[in-house]
């Protein structure tokens, strides 16, 4: 089928029009097709599944840090993210993976511990991960692909409609790379250098050390390196030099943020 020209033209305007959004702390400007609540809905029925579906682990050290970090990072988000019902759960699973999603919803393996070596570890991870969910990366993503399939099958638009079907539960669980079979990346270089650059102000916002991201990001490399199995994190979270890089080159930015922050307590260690 041919389509013509100025309904391509049409459904472009209205893609425009749809929602532009500015990401916290870049302010960089995307465009957002799918509806907010109906994301936010899914996402706490998928974490209230994975609660069902795994062990919710005992381990009082893990338990504690996870809590004293999320506390800090939810509060430092707060404007972003001021309806979330916040809930940080330990999951008894050994693979190294953390996630976080619309509505305050997080989740550690209980594996990352292994690299996650303190609460300033921790919190890179877990504020990482919370940047993704500010900067509606999973909102993006889910209309970037509604945007090609609307103007590339239906040209019209009226074909909207049929966008708005893809936001299922399968591909938002695959946007937000915690599908069981791991396929593929979760989301490009660029949203992953983005989640890390917001990671890195909100942790040192929260008054954590951000030279301890980069620790984070060594670590990683060397269980993959160790590992003829690379941990399932990097799958969706493709280390590279990259990105430790960028880290080191916003660092001077951060280490001023923390010492604004006046939240600085001495660091505490993991067993
Ligand atoms: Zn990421």
Redesign the pocket.
């Known amino acids: 089928m041919k389509v013509p020209i100025s309904s391509m033209l049409a459904a472009l305007a209205a893609l425009m029009l749809a929602g532009c959004y500015a990401v916290p702390v870049t302010g960089r400007h995307a465009v957002n097709l799918v509806d907010d609540k109906e994301v936010t809905k899914m996402s706490i029925s998928m974490f209230d599944d994975m609660k069902r579906q795994y062990k919710i682990s005992k381990d009082r050290a893990m338990n504690e840090s996870l809590r004293r970090v999320g506390d800090r990072i939810s509060k430092v988000v707060f404007w972003d993210m001021p309806d979330a019902d916040w809930e940080f759960v330990v999951f008894d699973v050994p693979q190294i993976n953390a996630f976080a999603m619309a509505g305050g919803k997080v989740g550690v393996f209980s594996g990352l511990f292994k690299i996650a070596r303190n609460d300033d570890q921790l919190a890179s991870v877990i504020a ?2 919370i940047a ?1 969910v500010t900067a509606k990366h999973v909102h993006e993503k889910l209309s970037q692909e509604m945007a090609v399939s609307t103007i590339g099958a239906v040209g019209m638009i009226g074909g909207m409609a049929s966008g708005a079907s893809l936001l299922t539960v399968d591909a938002l669980s695959q946007a937000y ?1 915690i599908t069981t079979s791991v396929g593929g990346l ?2 490009d270089r660029r ?2 250098k983005e ?2 650059y917001i990671g890195l102000m909100y942790m040192a916002r929260a008054g954590y050390n951000p030279e301890e991201a980069v620790k984070v990001l060594e670590a990683l490399d060397g269980e993959s390196a160790n590992d003829p199995t690379p941990p399932a994190i990097l799958s ?2 493709p280390s590279n030099p990259e990105r430790i890089l960028q880290l080191l080159d916003a660092m001077p930015k951060a280490l001023e943020e923390r010492a604004r922050s006046g939240m600085i307590s001495a660091p505490v260690i993991l067993k």
């Open positions: 990482h991960e993704h790379g979760a989301f949203k992953e989640a890390d969706t979270h």
